[in-house]
C-alpha cells in the first residue's frame, strides 16, 4: 500500500518562495502507470489541481499556475516537490501530493492521467508576514 | 480552464438516493471517459469514489454509482446515509493534458 507524506514549512513570507517535498512509501516513483501530482485547497474551499510529474520530469502545469511554479523529482530519494514563486495570501491553502493512475490506450503507445488514487494527509502553508 | 461546475449543495433523507451533478465542456467531460469523484470529510483527505465515468474501487460501497451524458457527468448516492454527509468533487481530464476538479457539492443528511 503505497503511502505519500509531504514536508516543507508552514510559514512562508509574501513575495517568498513556498517549497514542498512529497515522499513515497511502499512503492517506486518510477513506475509507468502513475503520474506523481500537486493539489491545493483554500481554507473552506474546493480543490484545486496545480501540476503534475512522471519520474522521466516530465511535467504538466494548471494554465492559471504556470508561471510561477516548478515540479520537480528525485528518483533516487523516492520524492517530487513543488517551487511556487512570489506567493501572497491568496496562495494560503492546505497543499497535497498525491499519485495519479494513468490509462493506457488500446494499441497502448499512449496514457492520459486519469484520477488520484493516493494521496498525502496535506499540510497547511500559511503566507503571512 | 474553467473549474466543472456543481451545485453547491444537495440534501437529502436517509434512505433517499440523491444525484449530484458535474458539468463541464466538449473539451472535458465531453471529450473523455476520465471523470473521477471524490469524498471529503471535514478536515480529512479526499478520497476516491468513482474514476473512468463509473467504476468503483473494490472498497467503495455499491451504493455509489456514476454516470455520463454529454457533457455532464452524474454521482447518485443509494440510500443515503448519515456517514455520507460530506463534500463531493468530481473531476475529469481536460484540454492540454490537464486535470480539472468541480467546485464542490456539500452534502447534507436530514
Known amino acids: 500500500q503505497v503511502r505519500l507524506q509531504e514536508s516543507g514549512p508552514g510559514l512562508v513570507k509574501p513575495s517568498q518562495t513556498l517549497s514542498l517535498s512529497c515522499t513515497v512509501f511502499g512503492g517506486s516513483i518510477r513506475n509507468d502507470d502513475y503520474y506523481w501530482s500537486w493539489i491545493r485547497q483554500h481554507p473552506g ?7 503534475y510529474i512522471f519520474y522521466s520530469g516530465t511535467v504538466n502545469y494548471s494554465p492559471s499556475l504556470e508561471n510561477r511554479i516548478s ?4 528518483r533516487s530519494a523516492n520524492q517530487f516537490s513543488l ?3 512570489s506567493v501572497t495570501a491568496a496562495d494560503t491553502a492546505v497543499y497535497f501530493c498525491a499519485r495519479v ?3 493506457w490506450s488500446g494499441s497502448g503507445s499512449y496514457s492520459r492521467v486519469a484520477h488520484f ?3 498525502g494527509q496535506g499540510i497547511l502553508v500559511t503566507v503571512s508576514s | 480552464q474553467s473549474a466543472l461546475t456543481q451545485p453547491a449543495s444537495v440534501s437529502g433523507s436517509p434512505g433517499q438516493s440523491i ?3 458535474c458539468t463541464g465542456t466538449s473539451s472535458d467531460i465531453g471529450s473523455y471517459n476520465l471523470v473521477s469523484w471524490y469524498q471529503q470529510h471535514p478536515g480529512k483527505v479526499p478520497k476516491l469514489l468513482i474514476y473512468e465515468v463509473n467504476k468503483r474501487p473494490s472498497e467503495v460501497s455499491n451504493r455509489f454509482s456514476a454516470s455520463k451524458s454529454g457533457n455532464t457527468a452524474s454521482l447518485t448516492i443509494s440510500g443515503v446515509r448519515a456517514e455520507d454527509e460530506a463534500d463531493y468533487y468530481c473531476c475529469s481530464y481536460g484540454g492540454g493534458s490537464t486535470l480539472v476538479f468541480g467546485g464542490g457539492t456539500k452534502l447534507t443528511v436530514l
Open chain 1, 45 to 51: 474551499k474546493g480543490l484545486e489541481w496545480i501540476g
Open chain 1, 71 to 74: 515540479i520537480s523529482v528525485d
Open chain 1, 83 to 85: 517551487k511556487m514563486r
Open chain 1, 101 to 103: 493512475r494513468t490509462v
Open chain 1, 117 to 119: 488514487d493516493s494521496w
Open chain 2, 19 to 21: 444525484t449530484i451533478s
